[in-house]
T-cell receptor
Framework: GENVEQHPSTLSVQEGDSAVIKCTYS??????FPWYKQELGKRPQLIID?????GEKKDQRIAVTLNKTAKHFSLHITETQPEDSAVYFC???????????FGTGTQLKVEL | KAGVTQTPRYLIKTRGQQVTLSCSPI?????VSWYQQTPGQGLQFLFE???????NKGNFPGRFSGRQFSNSRSEMNVSTLELGDSALYLC???????????FGSGTRLTVV
């Protein structure tokens, strides 16, 4: 089955810096890659996603890039703010019903 | 528009007991998925239901089961609880033809 690896597990940046989280997937048939943000004690929330026919997608300070050949995708957050502090999960979808395979999460801490 | 509602929010059970968790999806969503979230394992897929049929099942023992009703509400049941079943159980719903999960706030299960 699909396997998603996520790095780093923890990331600490200074406010205003950029943060990058990387994920790799194993199944070349995967065609949808969402990112979720989970604040402490809250539910995971979808922040951005990308389909396999697109190489990059941006939404204000957040962007996701996809390299299908290398089977990896990344989340980029620019001009980080304290409210960006949370756990971020990447995921991939391969097909056959609504099943997402999640990475193990990255704890992002934005320091003042 | 109401979100995904999970009940109860917290549960404490004793080893060997059984438990039933409930999930009401967003109105109109027929796909309901269940995930187990633990600090060490991240989000692990349990199963997905669509129109009362289980479409996907994760790699969990048979003690974990679920069902979906005609109004799309779903329940999951865990029998013969073990200490390792302590986790946050998240339910997510998605509209037809979309992978865009909306998660509920989860049920925090503690097995003592």
């Amino acid at each position: 089955g699909e396997n998603v690896e996520q790095h780093p597990s923890t990331l600490s940046v200074q406010e205003g810096d950029s943060a990058v989280i990387k994920c790799t997937y194993s199944d070349s048939a995967s065609n949808y890659f969402p990112w979720y943000k989970q604040e402490l004690g809250k539910r995971p929330q979808l922040i951005i996603d990308i389909r396999s026919n697109v190489g990059e997608k941006k939404d204000q300070r957040i962007a996701v890039t996809l390299n299908k050949t290398a089977k990896h995708f990344s989340l980029h957050i620019t001009e980080t703010q304290p409210e960006d502090s949370a756990v971020y999960f990447c995921a991939s979808y391969t097909g056959g019903g609504n099943k997402l395979t999640f990475g193990t999460g990255t704890q992002l801490k934005v320091e003042l | 528009k109401a979100g995904v509602t999970q009940t109860p929010r917290y549960l404490i059970k004793t080893r060997g007991q059984q438990v039933t968790l409930s999930c009401s999806p967003i109105s109109g969503h027929r796909s309901v998925s269940w995930y187990q979230q633990t600090p060490g394992q991240g989000l692990q897929f349990l199963f997905e239901y669509f129109s009362e049929t289980q479409r996907n099942k994760g790699n969990f023992p048979g003690r974990f089961s679920g069902r979906q009703f005609s109004n799309s509400r779903s329940e999951m049941n865990v029998s013969t609880l073990e200490l390792g079943d302590s986790a946050l159980y998240l339910c997510a719903s998605a509209p037809d033809g979309s992978f865009g999960y909306t998660f509920g706030s989860g049920t925090r299960l503690t097995v003592v």
